[in-house]
């Protein structure tokens, strides 16, 4: 297993916005590039149901009229979510790398998976932690519980304030407290125990290492575990933060999932429109 990197420092700056033409004359003057995208808040809008996180419109096909373009562009989706999920929410078995469970994971380009991370002992611990939940945290009070088999969320959206507050604090120091193989990861309203080693930064740079690409790697998040990528890539990469205007290591911004589909459809339409031999 990696080994457990040190906690991202927070953000003070923030991004400007994506210049229109930056990703298109990236990808069709010094091709190859590798491209990847978180998918809750950056191809999926935030919604109250994690389960019902349909793409945005448009994002299932732009992401296969990138996969038709294998020899410019390398499509990577990185996610807390675990692959079952993935490839179901975006309909693509092959042509993609997925990264699930914040890298723990992967499922290769040809469609065929396997753990990047050793576990060790982390189903002992995952288990505590579901003993944990199950005794903890009460039906109907809003909480969802979403057991990734690697890692297990709770998410808190739609469950009132103070409780939300005591009960992730709870969470937090157990899983702290009580399974050393594990860490505490934070996102937009949900709280997550996940093996240690596995993060977003991690898993790009365990992309680039691998891929060994001379030009910068393209990152796009939306989200609290997403700054570990774009920490991770600071002065190396081109980031890219999804929605509100808020500090961050991404260097560029752009304001919704739907923008983040125009952009992607942008750099197909520049490959295919590129003139042969340039």
Known sequence: MRSERSPTPPAVERPRDLPQSLLPQLVVRQAPVLIALDYDGT??????????????????????????????????????????????LLGLDFGVLMLGVHGAEIME????????????GTPLALDKVRDWLKANVPKRAGFVIEDKRLSLALHYRNARG??????TRAFEAFVTAQTPELRVGRGKMVVEAIPKGADKGSAMRFLCERLRFATPPVYFGDDITDEDAFYALRGEGITVRVGDFTPSWAKYRVPSPNEVVKVLDSIADALEHKAPGT
Do not use: Y
Request: charged share 25%.
């Open 162 to 167: 103070e409780t939300a507050e005591k009960l």
């Open 43 to 88: 191809l999926s809008p935030i919604v109250n149901d994690p389960f019902r996180a349909t793409p945005a419109p448009g994002a299932r096909q732009a992401l296969a009229r990138l996969a038709h373009h294998g020899q410019a562009v390398v499509l990577a989706v990185i996610s807390g979510r675990d692959i079952d999920q993935l490839r179901s």
């Open 109 to 120: 380009l040809d469609g065929t998976r396997r753990l990047v991370e050793e576990l060790g």
